[in-house]
C-alpha cells in the first residue's frame, strides 16, 4: 500500500456500511448549486463533494462563469496546450465556485454532422480527438480538480439517445471511438461517465465488457465511474459491470417539489427534446436496492468497498479528502475547502478571446480579407447583437460579459459600420426551455431596446429587413455576414442548412454589395448554397463570450486565421452513415456499418464518387507556406522545413497522414492522420518541424492478435489537409519490426 492510499484505507475500516451507500448514490445540492453532490461523513472528517457542468465554461446554478469556445472550435486550432489552458482555467473556476469535480472533457468522435451535441465534442478523427482530450484532462488535473470525460462510449447521436443501441463492430470500436476514452486514461482522468445508449444491446452503465473488462482491467483505469444524470439502468447489472457512481441519486421530486413532466405535455420541437431525455422518476438504484442486492448475495461486498475506495481515492488525489493540508511555503495547514481558485479574470478574457481567435477558419478567401482599418463595413446578420455563447444544455455557460459582432466590429474598424439584421433573430435552443425548474426558461430573443443598445444607428431594429440589409450591405464596401445554427443537446438538427432565411440574406446582400464576407457560427457541418457568390468565409464556430472582438481581430488582421477544420464538410447527402438503418436507425438499432470509414475516411474510400466542399484539415492563412525537405528521422518521427514564404507572420498547422501498404490483408482508410504540429511562423522565418506520430499510426485492430503492424512499405503524407500533400516519404516496415 503506497502513502497516498493509506488515509482511504483507513477510512474503508471505518465507515459503516450505511456509509458507504451514502458515498456511492447522489443527492440533491443543498447549496443549490452544483450538477451532482454527495454529502460528507462527518464524523469522520470526510468532506461533502460537488459535480458541476463544464464542457465550454463552468456551469453552476445560478453563477457566472467565463464563457469559452466550444471543443470543436478548441480543436480546430489542432494545438493540445491550449486545450491543456482551457482545461486548467475551467478547473480554476469550478474552485472558485466551490466545485470539485468537472464534468469535461467530451470525447465522442462526431460520426454524422447532424448530431445536436458534435460542437461539445473535438473531432471525427480519433487522433485528433484524443491529443485534445488529453490535453484537457491534463489541465483540469494539474489545478487539482477532478476530469470527468464523456460519455463513454459510442455515443454518437441525440435522436432516441437514451434507448437506440449503436451496434458497432470490435474493429471499429477499437480503431476509432475507444482511443480518445483510452487516451483520457493514459493521460490520468480521474472519472469516466457512462453514455445513456447501449452499445450492442447492453445498456452502457450495464456494460461489463466496455466497463469492467476493457475500461478497468485492461487499461487500468484507477478512477470511479459515474452514470450520466438519471442513466442507470439497473442495480445488480450496473454495480458488477463497474459503474461506482449513480448521479443524481433521486429521483426528480424526491428531495424537492420539481416535478419531472411527461412527454405527452409536450409537442413539435419540445416534444423532440423530450425524446432525448431519460426518465427523471427512475433513480435511486444504488440507494436501498443496493442493500438489498448486497444482502441477497447478487452483488459482492467487496464491490461496494471497492465502489468507494475509488471515490475516495480521487478525492484524495485532488486535496478533497482531507480536512487540512500541509502549505510546503508556510508553517500552517492551509483547508483543503478553502481554495481561492479563480473566476473571470483577466487572463481568463484574454484565454477565451485568444482561443475563439485561434479557432476561427478560413474557408476562402479571394483577397477581400484582412480588411483595411479604414474599409466602410456593413454588419449584417440576425444575432449581430449576441455573443454565440454555445448550444443548449448542460454546457450553456453565462459569462459575467461578452461582446457581439456588431461591438466588436465597431470597437476595431476606423471607417464607417452599419448594421442591420435583415431577418428574425435565430432564437437558442435548450432543453432548459422544457425543463424550466433546471434554468430560468427565459425567452432567449432580443427585445428592440437591447439590438438599439448595440447599435445606436437604429438601423431595422424593431423589424428587420432583407431590403434593409440590402441598402447597407450597397452603401458599404465591404458587407460581413454573420450566420448561424441552432443547436442542443437532445436533439439531433433536421438539415445541414442554416435555419430561417438567412441564406435568402446572404443571397440578397451578395447580389447587392461589392465584395461580401460571410461569418458562420455553427456546431460542425453546415451547407453553402451561394459559396460561389461570397468574396470570403470564416467558420468561427461557438466562440463563446468574445465573440465579437475575437471575430473582428481575424477579420481586420490582428491574427491570423490559423484554425483548421477537425471535420469534414460536405453536401448532406454525401456523409456516411445516410442509411436510415446507419442513423438514427431502425427498432432503436443505429447499425454502424460503415465501419472505420467515417469522415474523410469515407470520403477517400474506393467507389464514393463524392468530394468534400472543405476537407478535413483545411484552412486558409494570410499567409503562404513552402514545405521541403521532408526525411524520416526514425519509425515514429517525420521532419520537414516549413518556410513562410509571405511578407506578414502567420501559423500553420503542418499535417501528416499515413497510407497503409498495397498488402494489407484487410481493407483500410486510403489514409489517416497520424500526427500534426501547430507552427508559428514570422515573415520569412524558416522552421524545421518534427512531427510525432501517434503510437497506433501504422497499426490496425485485429479480433485475435489485438493491435498489429502489418509488414510492408507505409507512405508518409505531409500535408495542409486530407486533400492538400505537400511532401511524401516512405517507411519501410519488416516483419521482424
Known sequence: MNDSSARVEQLLTELTREDKLRLVRG??????????YLPGVDRLEIPEFRLVDGPLGVRAEGKRATAFPAPIAVAATFDPDLAREKGAAMAREATALGQHALLAPGANLIRVPHCGRNFEYYAEDPVVAARMTAGAVTGIHNEDVIATVKHYVANNQETDRVRVSSEVDERTLRELYLRPFRAAVEAGVGSVMTAYNRVNGTHMSDHSRLVGDVLKAEWGFDGYVVSDWYGTESTVGAATAGLDLEMPGVAAGDESDDQWPSPDEFEGEAAEIMGGLPDGTRAGLFGEPLAAAVDAGEVQPDRLEDMVRRLLGQRERVGYLE?????????????SLERAGALDTPAHRRLAERLAARSTVLLENDGVLPLADETDVAVIGPNVHKATLGGGGSSETTPFQSTNPAAGTRARADGAVTVARGVDTVPDLSLFDVLPFVGDGEDESASADEIAATEPVG?????????AAVEAARDAAVAVVFVRDRTTEAKDRDSLRLPGEQDELVEAVAAAADETVVVVNSSGPVEFPWRTDVAAILEAWYPGQADGAAIASVLYGDRDPSGRLPVTFAPERTYPASDERQYPGIDRKAQYEEGVFIGYRHFDADGVDAEPTYPFGHGRSYAAFSYRDATVVDERTIRVTVENVADRSGREVVQAYVRPPESSPVERPTRELAGFESVALEAG??????????????????LEQGWVVDPGTYTVEVARSARDVRKTVSLEVTRED
Not at 443543498?30 to 451532482?36: I, L, R
Not at 438601423?459 to 431590403?467: C, T
Open 27 to 36: 443527492r440533491d445540492d443543498p447549496e443549490g448549486t452544483a450538477t451532482g
Open 323 to 335: 480536512a487540512t493540508t500541509t502549505d510546503e511555503n508556510t508553517d500552517s495547514g492551509a483547508s
Open 459 to 467: 438601423i431595422d431594429v424593431a423589424e428587420p429587413s432583407i431590403d
Open 685 to 702: 522565418e524558416t522552421q524545421t518541424v518534427d512531427l510525432d506520430l501517434e503510437s497506433r499510426a501504422l497499426g490496425r485492430y485485429d
